[in-house]
């Protein structure tokens, strides 16, 4: 399974970012997909998922600015970051699971800078 992650880059607080995740080597559809952060120094922690059914969850910090959403027919995840603050800089991970219960990262991808300045 190969994912690749792209779309982060330099921003300002109040702006925005979408990055995108290509799966390949799985059967995309039945797999639950999520973002992760990685911040400098800390570890990694959950952002976003999906689940192959579409429902949606969030972590606290994110919940009402980021975005998670799926294309089954492009094999592509993608996280919109809106009203982006500098505590969202960190390095950002795809990750594919199995749908249902709780998400466990089977497969990951190679991350995506975003960093968000003040």
């Known amino acids: 399974v190969q994912l690749q992650a792209s779309g982060g880059g330099l921003v300002q607080a109040g702006g925005s970012l979408r990055l995108s995740c290509i799966a390949s080597?799985?059967?995309?559809?039945?797999?639950?997909m999520a973002w992760y952060r990685q911040a400098p120094g800390k570890q990694r922690v959950l952002v976003a998922l999906i689940s192959s059914g579409g429902t949606t969850g969030y972590s606290t910090s994110v919940k009402g600015r980021f975005t998670i959403s799926r294309d089954n027919a492009k094999n592509t995840v993608y996280l919109q970051m809106n009203s982006l603050n500098p505590e969202d800089t960190g390095v950002y991970y795809c990750?594919?699971?199995?749908?249902?219960?709780?998400?466990?990262?089977?497969?990951w991808g190679q991350g995506t800078l975003v960093t968000v300045s003040s």
């Open positions: 990750s594919a699971g199995e749908s249902g219960g709780t998400f466990r990262g089977r497969d």
């Open positions: 080597g799985t059967i995309f559809s039945l797999d639950a």
